[in-house]
């Protein structure tokens, strides 16, 4: 038996590996990223709910009252796009905007209760959609995929521009 599981495994280790190719990764994350968000804003178009402010529902259905600067960190995004989504999502009745206790020229967003609504909505959603992007992957990959994306984003630190696709 000991020896046929050594074969087995040599036979394994026999088939050509894939091999990394300089350039080859940035088209495939870009079209990942760009399939999740997709699938997901589909899935929450009836509700109203745009691109980008999914998260912003999120973020603050767990801390709210935040400000626009908080909610852009957390999101990953630049403060004055943080600004204009928080600016559609106040006319949209998602949120509102409060000043700061102890700056006038602080700007706070917390939700309102049609806001409030969708935390569920959103939530299953972006549950459904990980699960749909998921599918065939174990646990332990899903969480070293993870590992290695938190790897990259700090590779970028603050530096990185991505807030394309949010609010506008």
């Known amino acids: 038996m000991v020896k046929k599981d050594k074969v087995d495994k040599k036979e394994k280790s026999d088939k050509p590996k894939e091999r990394y190719v300089a350039g080859s990764l940035q088209p495939e994350i870009t079209r990942a990223a760009r399939s999740m968000r997709t699938f997901l804003t589909n899935s929450l178009s009836a509700s109203g709910i745009y691109a980008g402010q ?53 700007m706070l967003a917390t939700l309102t209760p049609e806001g409030q609504k969708h935390v569920g909505a959103i939530t299953y959603a972006v549950r459904a959609t990980e699960a749909y992007a998921f599918a065939g992957l174990t646990d332990k990959e899903i969480r070293q995929f993870s590992r290695v994306l938190r790897k990259i984003n700090r590779n970028f630190g603050d530096e990185t521009d991505i807030d394309e696709g949010f609010g506008e």
């Not at 995004?77 to 949120?95: C, D, N, S, Y």
């Open 54 to 106: 999914d998260g912003v529902i999120l973020a603050l259905a767990g801390k709210d009252p935040l400000t626009a600067g908080a909610i852009a960190s957390e999101l990953g995004v630049k403060p004055p796009t943080m600004t204009r989504t928080l600016t559609r999502m106040e006319a949209q009745g998602f949120i509102t905007k409060l000043p700061g206790e102890t700056d006038g020229r602080q």
